[in-house]
């Protein structure tokens, strides 16, 4: 059997406008993960485990309306949810059933956003230690530079639909594993 790996798609607290109490547009470091989508999946797009993992924000901790609206993540959801620190110990006990080889995102923001909650927190989840694929800079490789890299047109550009409600984590890191058949891995 092939090594899994993990997709990891966030969803973030985001405004469309100025951040609150901030005469200006938001930046990453405003920004807080409000949910980690995670699908355990192979290079042929085998998924093996998935699940989401929602978490409470904690500097901004009212969703703006734009944010619900976007993501379909709701206040109450968030309200229920522990936070990014209490929400870690949760993923890394899911995570340890697979021996995955790294863990992939649809560009570098996750990545990026992983790495401010680090810097804030002074702690992240245990699959950040392993070596991080840009799975959409993977996907690229042999496209027509005019090919839209966005999960959806990647989505079209092999005739699949996408499947459920866009800007959920899970739902997008569901749909980033049916794009790893189609991916140049060399």
């Known amino acids: 059997m092939e090594k899994p790996f993990l997709i990891v798609d966030l969803e973030a607290t985001c405004w469309d406008g100025n951040v609150p109490e901030h005469e200006r547009t938001q930046i990453i470091e405003d920004m807080e993960i409000i949910e980690f989508g995670c699908v355990i999946t ?5 998924i093996y485990d998935s699940c989401s993992f929602l978490v409470h ?38 995570l340890e059933a697979f ?8 560009g570098n923001y996750d990545k990026n956003q992983i790495q401010v909650e680090f810097e804030r ?30 999960l959806r047109s990647a989505l079209e550009y092999h005739d699949l639909g996408f499947e459920g409600t866009s800007h959920r984590g899970i739902v997008d890191a569901l749909n980033i594993s049916r794009l790893m058949p ?5």
């Open 57 to 94: 924000p904690v500097l901004y901790p009212q969703l703006s309306g734009f944010c619900m609206s976007l993501t379909s993540i709701k206040q109450e959801q968030v309200d229920q949810s522990p936070t990014y620190v209490d929400v870690l110990p949760k993923i890394d006990s899911w």
């Open 42 to 46: 192979d290079r042929n797009g085998t």
């Open 99 to 106: 021996n995955v080889e790294f863990w992939g995102s649809w």
């Open 121 to 150: 927190h002074k702690v992240a989840p245990k699959f950040f230690s392993l070596k991080h694929v840009n799975l959409k800079k993977c996907w690229r490789k042999g496209k027509p530079n005019k090919q839209s890299s966005a």
């Open 182 to 186: 189609k991916i140049t891995w060399k």
